[in-house]
């Protein structure tokens, strides 16, 4: 009888820890889910100090708050819309790729027509009721087709072949020519590199990509011929932003401007930095600092310390999306995680590489921190769906 109780006793002790351990393999990544909320509220907290003379400058009857109260607005309807996707499962997303990425090319599309809307010299808006950015949501439908392309059964064994680039290359070679038509080169390096990563780690040969090279040129010769001829495009324009990268000291009150405003600020900030709230250059010498170059006033305030932390929790997020790839259960998830992760891992290293004139100065904007509505809840949505790829892959999550 005692052996029994006890066969009984430990066979239950057995059975409450596979219980548990089910129950805790179904939570999202901890650590990821940490991050993302750390990141959205250091990028609010810096909004509010880079927004405040800006906000003031909108019109008589401003106060310092007023970019902050729509960044909150945004931020905690994005942390609602974050929940949402990861409740929702992501091969049930992935079973309306072709219907997303044909709606987001026909918004691409109208873009270019009476309802598009055309800021600081650019076509890029759409309005709907609301103002956004169709080449956001390009990012995440190039990430959901390629990913569905090169994990369906039928369909993965051609697109690996020679001429199995064009499965998947016309369609996003669409894409991306409706968004050099915009112009929005940044997001045409952020899709085609994830494009190209993504072909990598599936197995792609080399001929392969030698083709797709080819493809892209010869398409973007043609696109680039047709619209200098239409006038869409400026050649002019983009060689002197070249030549301000190469050279910013020969016209610091024109095109070299903002490049070298936020030098100064990163400049000053020091190891420490000034302080929160007590940037010198976000009051309207640095055009814009609330939104592509706020990195540039969290150097100023909060120094190298600062900067260090932030690229640290950048970190920390890309390499979770990584192991969330590489622990996903199923092909899909897994180049789905991925091309979600090597796009915001683009997209930061371009920014941090513009404000600090690494490369030419290009309108890309900071995940987390960049002030917008529509592309911080399309930010959101695809960490939603990388949580719910967590929840069904068995890894530690802690």
Not at 173 to 193: D, E, F, K, N, R
Not at 215 to 227: D, K, Q
Request: overall charge positive; some cysteine.
């Amino acid at each position: 009888m005692v052996e029994g109780k006890h066969r009984t006793d430990s066979e239950t002790k057995k059975l409450r820890t596979k219980i548990r351990t089910e129950m805790f393999s179904r939570q999202p990544d901890f650590w990821l889910l940490l991050v993302i909320l750390l990141l959205l509220g250091i990028g609010t907290m810096m909004v509010f100090s880079a927004s405040t003379a800006s906000a003031y400058s909108k019109r008589d009857d401003a106060t310092a708050y007023d970019i902050l109260r729509s960044q909150i607005f945004y931020a905690v309807s994005g942390v609602v819309i974050m929940l949402l996707a990861s409740w929702v499962n992501y091969k049930l997303i992935g079973r309306f790729t072709f219907l997303f990425y044909g709606v987001t090319l026909i918004f691409l599309v109208l873009v270019q027509s009476p309802l598009g809307r055309v800021y600081n010299g650019a076509r890029r808006w759409l309005n709907l009721g609301i103002e956004f950015q169709p080449s956001e949501l390009l990012k995440l439908a190039a990430v959901m087709y390629m990913a569905y392309v090169l994990s369906h059964p039928k369909i993965r064994e051609k697109s690996i072949r020679l001429w199995g680039v064009l499965i998947y290359g016309i369609p996003i070679a669409i894409g991306i020519l409706l968004i050099i038509i915009q112009p929005h080169i940044s997001c045409v390096v952020i899709i085609g590199g994830m494009m190209v990563m993504m072909m990598f780690v599936c197995g792609v040969k080399a001929p392969t990509f030698i083709l797709g090279i080819i493809l892209v040129v010869v398409c973007g010769g043609a696109v680039a011929i047709w619209a200098v001829s239409s006038g869409s495009l400026d050649f002019q324009y983009i060689g002197n932003r070249f030549n301000t990268f190469l050279h910013p000291e020969q016209d610091p009150t024109g095109g070299s401007y903002q490049i070298l405003q936020s030098l100064y600020a990163i400049g000053s900030g020091g190891l420490f930095g000034r302080g929160f709230g007590q940037s010198v250059q976000k009051y309207l010498y640095l055009p814009e600092p609330y939104n592509d170059f706020i990195f540039s006033v969290l150097a100023e305030e909060l120094g190298f310390i600062g900067v260090a932390i932030v690229i640290i929790l950048f970190i920390v997020l890309i390499t979770r999306g990584y192991k969330i790839s590489s622990y996903a259960p199923d092909r899909f998830g897994s180049l789905l995680a991925f091309g979600i992760t090597t796009n915001i891992a683009i997209q930061v290293a371009m920014n941090i590489a513009v404000v600090s004139n690494f490369i030419p100065v290009t309108g890309v904007s900071l995940p987390f921190f960049s002030y917008g509505g529509t592309a911080l809840w399309i930010l959101m949505a695809n960490m939603g769906i990388l949580l719910n790829i967590s929840k069904q892959s068995k890894y530690p999550k802690f």
